[in-house]
């Protein structure tokens, strides 16, 4: 006879052979102890609505940081969009040192925003800072909901609010740089490997690598090898296969612009590496440089992310493997790019997103820094005292960054603003010639160049290095060499506007100097507008770099940019 069984009851849970008998292990861990019930992590809704606001807020009022942002990316779009636009030798077909296949993915918003908005091309400009933006919000998003379901929703909370506020970020997201491309792709690639997709993670890193700045694959070098060494068949077939299908893309694109076969992907290479690239003519600076940028812009959020490694034995269970590899970075690109003797702000874009991660995991992890090890669970009073630390820390650094965000962008705004006001001088009638002196590196595109305005030309204010040139039609447009570039930084005869007699509007900065400018004679020039330019030099550091109420605008000193219409006679 069968042995007669108890029946079992609605409550009773339904036993299956690989149901596995229940243990301390199984137990959700607890970032700090505390009994707070089973982290679901941040659903997707909070990261992108944040994101998405203070990105919105940075492709609208961000400033332009690098003259190379506009004379070896806006411009060139412009050419491709207008047909009219200044040339830098990079893009000259004998050096072939920039991709047009970055320009084209930035072409397929700018064409139909060109359609759509017709002579307005201040609003194209705008249009393609806002599909930037929705890339890094994209990217950042990614990165955020990963850190929530792999460490809780707190230290994903610390990261969404640097991410959002801090001021490298700020203006990064926005830039039309391939380090910025470089940035987004080291968010979702470091997101993807959280999510457990290794694979995915390293082709995003190779699209970040040679769609975006190929320097950066040192900074993707620990994601990638800590994949294939987990995962080593599908992650090295994925990485293989996107780097390919990019590299061959790239070749294609590249004879279709400069009408040889070519590769500026590795052009760029060879030039800086193995080629002599001769960086320093464009300006070196000390070994602290990227230290006292990195304060500058993340306060301390850029030190707290240093000192990631010196909590990592006390929080090692938590953080290792995984997030030390995605972290690992910042150490390792801050290292390489200062030993460079050719430093810039944004060489170290593409590791502006952990550096936010690895300060989030150093504060979340205030009060593992005092447990008992024999008691983990216990609350004493320096425990208690580092949870109150947690939320302080985090509101100076946002708070320090807020100041350095807006200094910024009420200090320096000024050359875009004032080429808007083009717009409203068109009786200056057509033809109208605008010349710029020695503010030739704050020139903000031709996008803010109305067509009343025929040239812009630049006028010889000392400068003795290459200045960009009009993109030359009638010697092949992209395709052409002309001979007037050269890869040493010397100046061009033609580079210059020989008779200012020749010029009707003028952009100028007018400083609290011991000469005289262009624009003093007002025998010659009237002023049509003019706005305030925070003097670096003559302003102190602190209250120039960080915007302290009631002391900004009484310690900083003002200058005036101003845009000059000749005076008929």
Known sequence: MATRQRRALTSDPPETASSPAYTKVDKPERSDGENEGVDRGLGWLLPLLCLGMLRH???????????????????????????????????????????YLYILLHKLVGWPAAWWFGEEKVKVFYAVRIFLAGLSVISDAALVVALSRKYGKRLASYALAMLCLASGCFFASTSFLPSSFSMYAMSLSSALFLFNKPAMAVSVAATGVILGWPFSILAFLPLTIYSLVKSFKPVFLTGVVTSIVLMVLSVLVDYDYYKKWTSSVINLLVYNVLGGGESHLYGTEGASFYLRNGFNNFNLCFVFAL???????????????ELLIVVSPVYLWIAFMSLQPHKEERFLYPIYPLICVAASAVIESF????RDKYNPNGTSTLVKIAKILRPLALGLILCVSHARTFSLINGYSAPIEIYKHLDYHDDAGPGSVLCVGSEWHRFP???????????????????TGLLPIPFNSSLGGTSAAPSYFNNKNKASERQYLKDPEQCTLLIELQLQRPYPTRGSDMSTWEIVAALPYLDRELSPPLHRSFFIPNQWQ?????????????IQK
Request: aromatic fraction near 20%; charged fraction near 20%; glycine fraction near 4%.
């Open 367 to 370: 009060p593992d820094l005092f």
């Open 57 to 99: 807020m940075s492709a609208t009022s961000n400033i332009i940081h690098d003259c190379d942002e506009v004379f070896n990316y806006w411009e060139p779009l412009h050419y491709l969009l207008y047909k009219s636009g200044f040339q830098t030798w990079e893009y000259s077909s004998q050096f072939a040192l920039r991709s």
């Open 307 to 321: 000192l990631f490694l010196a909590i990592l034995p006390v929080a090692k269970k938590k953080y290792a493997p």
């Open 445 to 463: 595109s031709s996008f803010f160049i109305p067509d009343y305005v025929s040239q812009v030309r630049w006028l010889d204010d000392g400068f």
């Open 554 to 566: 009484q310690k900083n000193v003002f200058g005036q940019y101003r845009l000059l219409r000749r």
